[in-house]
C-alpha cells in the first residue's frame, strides 16, 4: 500500500513531507481457502517490519524475508491501519500539503477492505470513510482566520480509460492534461463542495453506482475492478 504527501508550497516541512512509504498488509485465509486445505505461507513480524514468505509446498527450500516500512498481520484492526499508514498523511494534507494513498494488489487481496471496508460498522470502516470523519473532525476544532474548503471528486481507470462516476454521462472518457499552472490533472472531471462527512460519505456511494464491475474467481461474486486509492490536496486559505 505505498503512499506519499508531496509539498505544496511548503520548503521548510521538506524533511517530514516529501516521502514515500510501502506499507503491506496480509488478509487471513477465507473460508473457501481454508476448505480447500491451503494453509498460511507467510509470517508478519510487525515489531522487525517483514513479511517472511514459506515455500509450503517445497518446505525444503528457505524461506525469503522482505523488509517494509510498516506491515500488518491477518488479525490487524482497521483503525490501526488507518492511525499508523494514513493518518499522517491526512495530517498533512490538512496542513496544505497534497497526499496519495494507493492500494494495490491483485483482485481478493483485500484491496477493498482496506480502503472502505464496511461503511455501516464503525469499526469496520476503512482508510476513505475514516478519513472523512478525520478531515471534519479537525476542521471543527481549527482556530483563529484558518478557513477550508473541502471539494469531492470521484474517478475510475478501466483499461487506461478515465471515466467521472459523478458525471452526467458515464459514456464520456476524460482526458489527462498537464498545465505548467497546475500540474496533472483530469480535463472537465466534476468536483462537488461538501460540508461534513455525511455529505462525503453519500457521494462515495453515488460514485459507486456506477463503477466496472468484474467477476472474482477468489470470491465468486462481483467485485468492482477500479484500484482502491485516495488522493487529497491541501491548500490553506
Sequence with gaps: MPNDSNKLDKPEKAEVSDNVKVVVRCRPLNQ?????????????????GTITVNKTETP??????FTFDTVFSPDSKQLDVYNL???????????????????????????????????????????????FAHI??????????????VRVS???????????????????RLEVKERPDVGVYIKDLSGYVVNNADDMDRIMTLGHKNRKLVSSQEDEVELQTHPPSAGLSGRKL
Design 154 to 172: 470521484y474517478l475510475e481507470i478501466y483499461n487506461e480509460e478515465v471515466r467521472d462516476l459523478l458525471g452526467k454521462d458515464q459514456m464520456q
Design 32 to 48: 473457501k481457502e481454508k476448505m480447500m486445505g491451503h494453509k498460511q505461507s507467510v509470517t508478519v513480524d510487525e515489531m522487525r
Design 60 to 65: 525444503h527450500e528457505p524461506p525469503k524475508t
Design 136 to 149: 471534519f473532525g479537525h476542521i471543527a476544532k481549527a482556530e483563529g482566520d484558518t478557513r477550508f474548503l
Design 85 to 131: 499508514t494514513a493518518r499522517p498523511i491526512v495530517d498533512s494534507v490538512l496542513e496544505g500539503y497534497n497526499g496519495t494513498i494507493f492500494a494495490y494488489g491483485q483482485t481478493g487481496t483485500g484491496k477493498t477492505f482496506t480502503m472502505e471496508g464496511v461503511r455501516a460498522v464503525p469499526e469496520l470502516r476503512g482508510i476513505i470513510p475514516n478519513s
